[in-house]
């Protein structure tokens, strides 16, 4: 396990013990300040694993840790499924062997072609969140992204530092922290990779709010959910956003955004997509 992962394991731990609430567990307020969380002794002994050990753990030293002791350490901290295997993927306990692939420029042709076929707008997500495609009807929503430099054409990058893009968001503040725990959660293993480590300094270097939602370790899987926004030529549009994995080419996402019923978001769209043939 790389330096990177055992210090972000020990955080991660660290962070959970704090905020976990000891009446959830049938246990009181201790000390003069009545603290809440648990404390490390606790969490050991609940974990059936020594102090001294579990001491070592949060601390991010080289020890190794087994997947049926981080499966009992998640389970005394009540995380939730998202978190517990956030938690498994920083011991180097993934479903599926985590490949060095974090970058990808391009989508290959036939998922492009997929791209091309919806009416409505789709993109194609690197593992480091890069966007490797996207079809005509995401030019139209966000008219940027044919000019944004390639190197920035990452996602989370926009999301924090393009303004245009954020005046897009009415609901900016909870989009960018649901993407922020949602990257942390499928990113996993691969945070020390050189493609992931490049873009989390630059964000952090770049967006101080970036880097306070990313400090707060906050760990989501995808979920469905409506999208809003305020396009400056079409008004509002509502989406409802989903995602697919290719079977042949699992390290990319497509990401999609469909027209919500009984809203104007699709006749406003094609109205878009008309004015830009023309």
């Given amino acids: ?120 707008p ?12 996207w079809n005509r009807a995401y030019t139209v929503l966000y008219n940027r992204i044919s000019a944004v430099d390639p190197g920035d054409r990452n996602l989370l990058w926009l999301i924090f530092t393009d303004p245009y893009l954020r005046k897009m968001l009415p609901d900016w503040e909870e989009t960018s922290r649901h993407f922020v725990a949602e990257f942390r959660a499928e990113a996993g293993a691969r945070l020390g990779s050189a493609a992931h480590t490049t873009l989390l300094r630059r964000l952090s270097e770049a967006s101080g709010q970036f880097a306070k939602l990313w400090a707060d370790r906050g760990v989501e899987r995808f979920a469905s959910r409506q999208r809003v926004f305020l396009h400056p030529l079409a008004g509002e549009l509502v989406f409802e956003q989903h995602r697919l994995v290719p079977s042949d080419a699992p390290e990319l996402h497509l990401v999609m955004y469909v027209p919500v019923a009984g809203t104007q978001t699709a006749d406003r769209l094609q109205t878009l997509l008309a004015e830009h043939t023309a």
Wanted: net charge negative.
């Fill in 1 to 120: 396990m790389s330096t990177e992962r055992r210090q972000e394991l020990g955080q991660f731990l660290r962070d959970r013990r704090s905020h976990l609430v000891r009446a959830e567990l049938g246990l009181p307020p201790i000390g003069r300040n009545r603290t809440l969380g648990l404390r490390r002794e606790e969490i050991a002994a609940f974990a059936a694993v020594s102090v001294t050990w579990y001491t070592w753990l949060e601390q991010g030293r080289d020890i190794n840790a087994s997947r049926q002791v981080l499966e009992s350490i998640a389970r005394v901290l009540t995380l939730t499924s998202a978190e517990a295997s956030y938690l498994l993927a920083m011991g180097g306990y993934t479903p599926s062997p985590v490949t060095e692939v974090s970058s990808i420029e391009q989508a290959p042709e036939h998922l492009q072609r997929l791209l091309d076929a919806f009416d409505f």
């Fill in 122 to 133: 789709a993109f194609a997500v690197a593992p480091d969140w890069g966007i490797a495609g």
